[in-house]
């Protein structure tokens, strides 16, 4: 008897007994990684040894519903474990495992229904930020409240490490319930973005991320015209403009020059994150397999930085950290993911994982599962997410 037929013979002992494992494996991995991550950026105190405990318990779940419970062939359980391997020695050379982590769930996600997932992920990050913003206000923990340099108003990050990570958060919600509903919403449910998008801009002042969100709420209001234009334009068109869209932030970020009057308005208007990636390209470059980039900036502090020095898009940061092929590697799956997307008539997934990459020009959390949902989408089963307006 062959390994295979002795996998086949265990996956079908413990279907019998117990149909839906597959399932059971992939929530349980998703609702402890999504937790420690979700904690992780957040003013709560969490052991370092216990989140590297809890996020390896989450990836051998994974692991079993892939290589287990997953029908697939060898040649594609290899190619997902060799995958595994080039992200772990990406994240072991950065030291950021995001991606390698992350990878896991994206693949274990196959044939797990997507609408699901959607919904358990809002529902506990829409909890976590509850919890997190009451336990702020009571002073149980750090609130962080800071201000511009040039500006007296308030900037509250409510728990979390760092005002605009709040509003990014909220923001891939927004996107994450716009998907789950087709951008079908009520009228009430309409009001209801505009007022979450009005009072995170109070609360938090971050107006890259209110751009993103009232763009957003456009897309919500022309939704039936658009897609009637994404249907007339083939994939490939969608994939030559994500790629154009990362070149430009890849080169702007490399050939930045503060005395390029042009480019220093850009700069300003980013709130210096031109002059901050090419200060990482000057001083680190891009590498083949990774490197550890020291980055000094303001999460979770209480007292001025000196030497502030953070990348905050990620599409420079992972290229800088990952290294050039796990970036290939990211690229590959987004187009993949467009593609698919757009040939199934996917059109509320590729608007979304638009947004993301909108978002991820600004900040740094595009291999963060709870901010980015998308990448779960790539393998799971996403029928439901068929548009019917062109039936």
């Not at 079908?12 to 979700?38: G, R």
């Not at 274990?108 to 919890?131: H, S």
């Not at 319930?177 to 979450?196: C, G, N, Q």
């Not at 990459?357 to 599962?369: G, P």
């Amino acid at each position: 008897m062959n390994q295979e037929s002795i996998i086949d013979n265990m996956r079908l002992k413990v279907e019998t007994k117990l149909p839906k494992v597959s399932e059971y494996l992939f929530f349980a991995s998703f609702f402890i990684y999504i937790i420690t991550q979700y904690l992780g950026g957040t003013m709560f105190t969490v052991d370092g040894t216990v989140s590297f405990l809890l996020l390896t318990i989450s990836s051998i779940l994974a692991f079993i519903k892939i290589i287990i419970f997953d029908n697939e062939s060898n040649l594609y359980k290899l190619t997902i474990v060799l995958l595994l391997i080039i992200l772990f020695a990406a994240g072991k050379n950065s030291f950021d495992y995001n991606f390698y982590y992350y990878a896991f769930l994206i693949f274990a996600a196959k044939n797990i229904e997507f609408r699901k997932i959607l919904k358990y992920y809002i529902i506990v990050l829409v909890g976590g930020i509850i919890v997190t913003a009451i336990f702020a206000l009571i002073h149980v923990i750090p609130a962080i409240v800071i201000t511009r340099s040039n500006s007296s108003a308030l900037r509250l990050a409510l728990g979390s490490v760092y005002p605009s990570d709040l509003a990014a958060r909220i923001f891939h919600l927004m996107v994450g319930y716009a998907v789950l509903k087709k951008f079908k919403l009520t009228l009430p449910e309409y009001l209801s973005i505009i007022a979450i998008t009005v009072t995170t801009y109070i609360v938090t002042d971050t107006k890259l991320d209110l751009i993103l969100m009232i763009l957003l709420i456009i897309c919500l209001s022309f939704y039936k015209y658009i897609v009637i234009l994404m249907s007339m334009i083939k994939p490939y068109i969608f994939n030559l403009l994500i790629l154009g869209f990362i070149a430009i932030n890849i080169l702007l970020a490399y050939f930045y020059n503060p005395k390029i009057s042009i480019l220093n308005k850009l700069n300003s208007a980013l709130t210096g994150r031109l002059d901050l990636a090419n200060r990482g390209f000057n001083d680190y470059n891009v590498t083949l397999y990774g490197q550890y980039v020291y980055q000094n900036g303001w999460g979770g502090i209480h007292k001025k930085i000196i030497d502030y020095f953070y990348i905050d898009s990620s599409l420079v940061r992972v290229l800088l950290m990952q290294g050039l092929i796990v970036y290939i590697i990211l690229i590959c799956l987004m187009l993949r993911d467009m593609k698919i997307f757009v040939k199934n008539k996917q059109f509320s997934l590729a608007i979304a994982l638009f947004f993301i990459i909108a978002s991820s020009a600004i900040d740094q959390h595009l291999i963060e599962i709870t901010f980015n949902f998308v990448f779960l989408a790539s393998f799971a089963n996403i029928d439901y997410f068929k548009d019917d307006r062109l039936s």
